[in-house]
């Protein structure tokens, strides 16, 4: 499915989903889990928030997702999934990055991006909603916080496109938030979903 890329007043909402999850040992993002008394595939519950405070999120996936993309799509209903837009990452085997520069090359022309990561179901929408308008209020580092951490999503401005676009590697963007720490806005956020993201099977008894 698409959608139309954000011009130049928009900020552009990505979420990477181009993992192999091989520390978890089977597909983590299809993986059931119940919040709030909804069972969904975790990738599902990871969406939703976005999807609430975006007209439209950029999802990157790697190579051969068709049946990943079909099964958020079906536990999501077909109005969340219209305002879906899978771009296909064909170097996500590289690292995080990859895909991160892939979800930015398919917005280029945003005023920025909002990355958060399909592995992170307990992301609170208003951690998203505080960076994106953190950003829309021309920051040009944004990202929320709880008890003096920072967690996700990160915020970038264009400022940062070329950077993002040049990026190699598992670190992802991490390197630009920390060289330019002081530049960061801080959304304070007294949820710690911002820091819970499922690698292992045990970390979903965190959630």
């Known amino acids: 499915m698409s959608d139309p890329v954000p011009d130049r007043n928009d900020i552009a909402a990505i979420v990477l989903a181009a993992g ?13 889990v119940t919040l709030h008394g909804v069972t969904l595939p975790l990738a599902a519950h990871s969406l939703l928030p976005w999807l609430e405070e975006f007209g439209h999120a950029t999802v990157v996936v790697r190579p051969s997702a068709e049946a990943f993309c079909s099964a958020v799509e079906t536990a999501l209903g077909a109005s969340n999934s219209a305002q879906i837009r899978w771009v296909v ?31 992170m179901p307990a992301v609170p929408a208003a951690a998203i909603a505080g960076v994106r308008n953190a950003l829309l209020a021309g920051a040009g580092l944004a990202a929320p916080f709880c008890d003096g951490r920072r967690g996700h999503p990160a915020g970038f401005s264009s400022h940062y496109r070329e950077e993002l676009l040049a990026l190699r590697g598992d670190a992802g963007a991490r390197r630009l938030l920390e060289r330019d720490v002081s530049d960061v806005v801080h959304i304070k ?13 045990g970390d979903l008894q965190h959630l």
Do not use: Q
């Open 20 to 32: 192999a999850s091989r520390r978890f040992g089977s597909d983590k993002l299809l993986h059931p």
């Open 89 to 119: 990452c064909a170097d996500a085997a590289l690292g995080m990055a990859a895909s991160l520069a892939c979800g930015v090359h398919a917005n280029r022309g945003a005023a920025g991006w909002l990355i958060g990561l399909a592995d």
């Open 189 to 201: 956020i007294g949820n710690d979903g911002i820091f819970a993201d499922i690698d292992a099977p």
